[in-house]
């Protein structure tokens, strides 16, 4: 098992920028797939980004490509989400993910364990 416990969350104007991180417990973090998904009020929870075991492969939704990056430091158990020009529409609760995964690829779906989520609010 792998506990996650995300952190960075915050209010930012938009046009700003945040950095949520993700640490995880446990002794395997490289044999994990890594994703951040979000949730605004009232909508169902959605898929951010995801990173491979070993952070050669990434993938984003379309709604951030270009604006969010996701890392990973398998030495340390972290992975890491840096937003940039932050728009009203990103407010929403942010959630780690981690699935273990054979293969070396970024999934958007399957993920077996979740942090407790960090509050992202963007004002206009």
């Known amino acids: 098992q792998v506990q996650l416990v995300e952190s960075g969350g915050g209010l930012v104007q938009a046009g700003g920028s945040l950095r949520l991180s993700c640490a995880a417990s446990g002794r395997i973090f490289s044999t994990y797939t890594m994703g951040w998904f979000r949730q605004a009020p009232g909508k169902e929870r959605e898929f951010v980004t995801a990173?491979?075991?070993?952070?050669?492969?990434?993938d984003y939704a379309d709604s951030v490509r270009g604006r969010f990056t996701i890392s990973r430091d398998n030495a340390k158990n972290t992975v890491n989400l840096q937003m940039n020009s932050l728009k009203p529409e990103d407010t929403a609760v942010y959630y780690c993910?981690?699935?273990?995964?054979?293969?070396?690829?970024?999934?958007?779906?399957?993920?077996?364990?979740w942090g407790q989520g960090t509050q992202v609010t963007v004002s206009s």
């Open positions: 990173v491979s075991r070993s952070g050669g492969s990434t």
């Open positions: 993910a981690a699935v273990r995964s054979l293969m070396a690829v970024a999934l958007r779906s399957g993920y077996d364990y």
